[in-house]
């Protein structure tokens, strides 16, 4: 029985070791890739006239339109993925658009076509970590290093779900060590 325990133990050592890991690493994404969100999508707002032109030359519907709302999308969404803030819904409408980006460009929409013959090809695609990004904070949450972390203690008294702003188990683990 004793051996059992030591192993409840050792297993939620390593949840909680994880959870930490999952933080940090949904922070160094969310900073460096929101950053990079942030001035791709500065770049189409101060240049939307190039934008707007490269768009409609993949026959993109209302070109200027798609121009204004990507590149604002892009830029305050790498913002509010900087902070954690609202990561979740940003998280979602980032994957979308990189999911478009992706299948938009013949060359990009290849790479996913053949992704399980030339895996390569579409991991280095230039969509690819702003897409794997975005998937990410839309599935895991921003972390507990993140205004949604703040707000979710503070604001709603920790009433939103327990994994709302990250995965924690933590209630996993505490039936795990009672047993």
Known sequence: ??????????????????????????????????????????????????????????????PSVNAWFIGGLECFGGLLLIAGLCARPVGLLLTISMTVAYLTVADDRAKVLNIFHNPDKFLTADPFFFWLTAFLVFAFGPGLISVDALLKKFVFNNRLPENAVGTSNRSLVKDKVKA
């Open 1 to 62: 029985m004793k051996e059992n325990n030591v192993l409840n133990r050792g297993y939620a050592w390593l949840i909680t070791a994880g959870n930490f890991f999952q933080s940090l690493i949904l922070l160094v994404f969310r900073l460096y890739w929101g950053w990079q969100f942030f001035i791709t999508g500065k770049g189409k707002l101060l240049d939307h006239e190039k934008i707007a032109g490269f768009f409609s030359s993949l026959h993109i519907p209302f």
